[in-house]
Every structure is written in C-alpha cells, then in structure tokens.
C-alpha cells in the first residue's frame, strides 16, 4: 500500500536500478562460474574453429571479395573495364577469368594495384597472393586465411581482457561470445582483411597496457601512435 503513494517516475526509477543490479549480479555470476574452468579458452578455441571454418567454399561471391581476388593478382582497373558491358554489368565467363593468377601479372604489379588503392592495408593483400601461390588459388583458401587470423585473436582477446578488468571471469566471457559472435562470424568467412585487423588492433592493445604497466611511457606513446 505505501507503494501507491510514489510518483509513477520514482516508481519507474526503482524498477530500472532493480533490473541494471539483476543484469550486473547475473553478468558477474556467469563471468566467476566460467572462470573456473581451465578450458575455457581451449573450449572456445574449437567452438570457433568449428563456426569459422565450415563451409568456405560457398560459391556466392561479395563485391569487395571480388577486389581482393582482382588486386591480390595484380590485375588493373583497366582490364576490368575493358570487358565490362554496357550499363556496368561484367558477364560471368569474362568475371571468372579475373578469379585466378595470370603469369602476365607480378608481385610488381600487385604491389602497383595496391598502391593506386590504400584504401586498405596491403599486408592482408600480399599474404593472399602468396596464400594463392603456394596453397591454393582459389577465393575458399582466402577465406579460410582469415579464419585462421580470427581464430587467432581469440587468444589475444583473453589476454587484453584479462589485462584491462580484473574482475575473476570477465575474460573468459569475452572469449566465449567473441567466439559465436555473429561479427566476428561474418569477418572469419570473408575474403577481406578485417579479421586481420582485429586481430592486430587487440595485440597493438595488449602491447600498450604491458608498456604502460612496465613504466616505459615513451615506448607506449609510439605503439598508441602507431
């Protein structure tokens, strides 16, 4: 009864704090629960690999796929249009030929490709072209390399997780979901260098927080910068 009496804005701010308070004992009880199991970053290390890995081979291809099989191999824009129909469309015979590597295009001419679009960082485009090389030359195997880089920031987001919070678990949750996330997901199957990145933006970070920590604030501000 002496509920009634509240202003219905009182009322509502006192559901609210009840329901932030469940969701943070509930997030702090699940992080402590998973945190004590060793295997927990083995468990998410296989969940991934299952999720990342199947099926790369699915014959639908993005846009900006397509981009990366064209400059990994060096082709130029030229070409391109040189065989690009009226209206834009590109026929899928004349498309299929662009998919694998010439003998007339080099390294030369894929480190020319990259450098008249930086829109991207070139590492991811260089190791696609050896992948192609040496393993296979087709876009699956492209996909499976960022599966691979993926697969690898799962580790390392443990370790800066661990680093950033200190509370029992937090890394293990982040682990777990970054290991299903949907993003992370779409980025592991995807011919294109964000995983790359991710994975090289978390060990940048991990790199920081050690630096910051050791006391060597100059060494840290280069990394930051860098």
Same mark, same amino acid.
């Given at each position: ?79 391109? !249009?040189? #065989?690009? &129909? ?7 015979? /004349? %498309?299929? *030929?662009?998919?694998? +590597?010439?003998? $007339? ?31 296979? !030359?087709? #876009?699956? &195997? ?7 880089? /993926? %697969?690898? *920031?799962?580790?390392? +987001?443990?370790? $800066? ?66």
């Amino acid at each position: 009864m002496r509920g009634r009496g509240r202003p219905p804005q009182l009322r509502v701010a006192i559901h609210i704090a009840a329901l932030m308070a469940a969701a943070e004992a509930f997030q702090l009880g699940l992080a402590t629960a998973l945190a004590r199991f060793a295997v927990v970053l083995p468990l998410a290390l296989v969940a991934g690999a299952l999720v990342r890995f199947h099926d790369p081979a699915h014959p639908w291809l993005s846009h900006d796929e397509v981009f990366t099989m064209l400059r990994s191999a060096g082709y130029p824009v030229a070409e391109l !249009d040189a #065989v690009t &129909a009226r209206g834009g469309a590109i026929p899928a015979a /004349s %498309l299929q *030929a662009f998919l694998k +590597l010439s003998p $007339l295009h080099s390294w030369a001419d894929t480190l020319q490709a990259l450098a008249g679009h930086p829109e991207h960082p070139p590492l991811y485009f260089l190791l696609s072209r050896l992948v192609r090389e040496r393993l296979n !030359d087709s #876009v699956s &195997a492209l996909r499976q390399l960022s599966a691979v880089f /993926s %697969l690898l *920031a799962l580790p390392a +987001l443990h370790r $800066l997780s661990g680093q950033v919070c200190a509370r029992a678990g937090v890394a293990a949750v982040a682990v777990m979901t970054a290991a299903v996330s949907p993003l992370q997901l779409l980025y592991a199957q995807d011919a294109r260098p964000y995983s790359l990145l991710f994975l090289l933006t978390t060990l940048a970070c991990c790199a920081y927080l050690r630096l910051r920590r050791r006391g060597d604030t100059a060494s840290a501000s280069v990394s930051y910068t860098h």
